[in-house]
């Protein structure tokens, strides 16, 4: 043993090529685990920070809205833990004076160190929809500004006018609504509202300002005029109604001022600038001073993690964390399936090998070849030869296994009901006998199916061929099933094109298409529909048995002419006959010189299509 153990290459080795493999493993799965883990953790770290300061900016947008909507904050508390419990953030709002207003953590929690913003709608540079940053009030305070119902219905009515009016010259559209109400017609192209469509098309309505909306203007210039004339100013200056957007008709006005005419008194050079931010100031001021009421106080706003008064810390998503545990999962099962597969590879050969070689002769297994080597050509010769003993055995064992099960059903149905008349539980009636009668009609079938079969495998079948018209055959067929389809409540009907003849033995032919349409009415629905069909072609008649019923899985369809074959594996009688009646069709067509063929489409139906030898219509030879 000991020089035919030397003879072995190194690489060879059962033991050598194990530790290879499974180093190879090692190393592949800790690169694998170091990559995704800092691939993972650097993305996630990233896409949490970015939420969470996602989550900050919609969280003070959120507040900043419902200040810039409401007079106090008497109703916040729903909204803080609303935002509280989307984000999981602890959010705290306090006076300036840090008097608390709401807060999402437990009562006597300590605020933060310090805030993270400051809650005031009339000074903001946080929101970011268009106008916040040009008059540091959030937009959504509208206060007097706001339409009535009527005005609304209005002015909506005349920003559908314009919008009509720009799309007869091509301009593409959109109207939207301010907070106030206020409804601005927007065109898709910022510079398609210009030239010969704007002059049509503005007719000044919608830059008009409304009643509410002059009375709250003149209310401004009012607050502002003592500002103005301290600041050397004309107070009647006048604010121009209008956007200033290019694109867009009909907005509430931005509430800067936009002289008309020269301002009196204002020689020097850059004179007129000054004074222009002098009046923007006075306009701000007095404007802020007009909204005041209608917003909340101000308030400090402070954000922490959950309990945690601390500053904001990243935390690992569940999404993230549960890919990270299942890649880690995933690198293990790899490993350890890898490693079993090398080792079973290895030794397989030799186990099975010693296993079938311990084993009576006739129940020799096949031994997996997973090796090139000697003893992968010992275990080719090896199932070589249990092949052919299996393959016989098997032919064998389900043939009586199969005949016995079809012979079983009905004996053990007769034998039942004989032992229950015969000890006097059930009066042989003529319900009784009938069911007897029907499971001995069973029992003849299929002793009838099988001679046929052995028939047919022996050459020993007869057909008494002659001349059959087609057209004929088929009505026979269909009237001897008529009843059973109607009980199903399934449609037969027959098709012939022209009026082909068959050279055939006419009862074993009925007896093939009786199969097929036995077949197809058992798996048709009811309102479903079987047709006959006939016609001609060359040499040949195709006769073609269609339904409209469950159809068969294309990888089924290979075994439909096989022996006690069925789709329902439980070989139930309600779902399936014996498993001989698609095999004798096969068999009595091939003897008939032509061909048996099945195609389905899966909730569709199924077509059988047999080809069999014309015949020349007697009187035409």
């Known amino acids: 043993m000991n020089p035919a153990r030397t003879r072995i290459p190194l690489r060879k080795r059962l033991l050598v090529r194990l530790l290879i493999a499974s180093v190879l493993i090692a190393v592949c799965s800790v690169a694998a685990t170091a990559w995704l883990a800092v691939t993972t953790t650097t993305r996630a770290l990233r896409e949490e920070q970015g939420q969470a300061l996602a989550d900050d900016m919609d969280i003070l947008a959120r507040l900043s809205g419902y200040a810039a909507t409401h007079p106090d904050w008497t109703d916040v508390e729903a909204t803080v833990r609303e935002l509280s419990a989307r984000t999981g953030r602890r959010i705290a709002l306090t006076t300036a004076d840090r008097r608390p207003l709401a807060d999402s953590a437990p009562r006597g929690t300590s605020l933060p160190p310090s805030a993270a913003a400051t809650v005031d709608p009339l000074r903001t540079d946080t929101y970011s929809e268009p106008g916040a940053q040009l008059s540091g009030t959030d937009p959504r305070v509208v206060g007097p500004y706001r339409l009535t119902p009527l005005e609304r219905t209005k002015l909506d009515a005349v ?64 607050r502002a005029g003592g500002c103005l004339t301290r600041a050397g100013l004309d107070p009647d200056i006048p604010l121009v109604f209008g956007t200033g957007v290019p694109g867009a008709s009909g907005r509430a006005p931005t509430l800067a001022p936009v002289f008309a005419k020269a301002v009196d008194g204002i020689d020097r050079p850059g004179d007129g600038k000054a004074a222009l931010r002098a009046a923007q100031t006075c306009f701000e001021t007095a404007r802020r001073a007009q909204l005041d009421p209608y917003v909340a106080p101000v308030a400090e706003l402070f954000l922490g993690v959950g309990d945690d008064l601390a500053a904001p810390r990243w935390v690992m998503s569940p999404a993230n964390k549960a890919k990270v545990a299942g890649a880690a999962g995933l690198v293990l099962a790899v490993t350890v399936a890898v490693t079993a597969v090398v080792a079973t590879r290895l030794v397989r050969p030799l186990r099975a090998l010693t296993e079938a070689a311990g084993q009576p002769p006739d129940r020799h297994a096949r031994v997996p070849v997973t090796t090139q080597d000697e003893t992968g050509i010992l275990a080719e010769a090896f199932n070589d030869l249990a092949e052919r003993r299996e393959r016989l055995e098997a032919q064998r064992k389900a043939l009586v296994s199969d005949v016995a099960h079809e012979l079983r059903s009905p004996l053990t149905n007769i034998r039942g009901w004989l032992e229950v008349t015969r000890d006097g539980l059930v009066e042989p009636d003529t319900e009784l006998l009938g069911a007897l009668h029907e499971e001995a009609l069973i029992l003849q079938r299929v002793i009838d199916d099988l001679r046929d079969l052995a028939a047919a495998d022996a050459g020993t079948l007869r057909l008494h061929r002659e001349p059959v018209p087609a057209d004929d055959l088929l009505a026979q067929v269909a ?118 063929q099945a195609t389905s489409t899966p909730g569709t139906g199924s077509v059988f299509t047999l080809r069999l030898p014309a015949a020349t219509p007697p009187g035409d030879g």
């Open 159 to 222: 920003a559908r006018a314009r919008q009509r009016c720009l799309s007869r010259y091509g301009v593409d559209t959109t109207v939207t609504h301010t907070p106030s109400g206020r409804p601005v017609v927007t065109a898709s192209d910022s510079t398609a509202v210009s030239g010969y469509a704007f002059d049509e098309c503005a007719d000044g309505q919608l830059d008009t300002p409304a009643p509410t909306e002059e009375k709250a203007l003149t209310a401004l210039q009012d």
């Open 479 to 596: 009237a001897a099933h008529r009843v059973a389809a109607d009980a199903a409540g399934v449609r037969l009907r027959t098709e012939t094109e022209g009026v082909p003849w068959l050279d055939a033995d006419p009862v074993r032919l009925r007896q093939a298409l009786g199969n097929l349409v036995t077949n197809a009415v058992r798996h048709t629905p009811p309102d479903g529909t079987v047709t006959l069909t006939a016609r001609g072609d060359g040499d040949r008649v195709v006769l073609e048995v269609a339904d409209t019923g469950t159809g068969i899985a294309a990888e089924d369809l290979p075994h439909v002419f096989e022996r006690f074959w069925r789709a329902e594996k439980s070989r139930s009688r309600r779902t399936g006959g014996s498993g001989l009646g698609l095999p004798i069709v096969r068999h009595l067509t091939v003897a008939h010189g032509g061909t048996a």
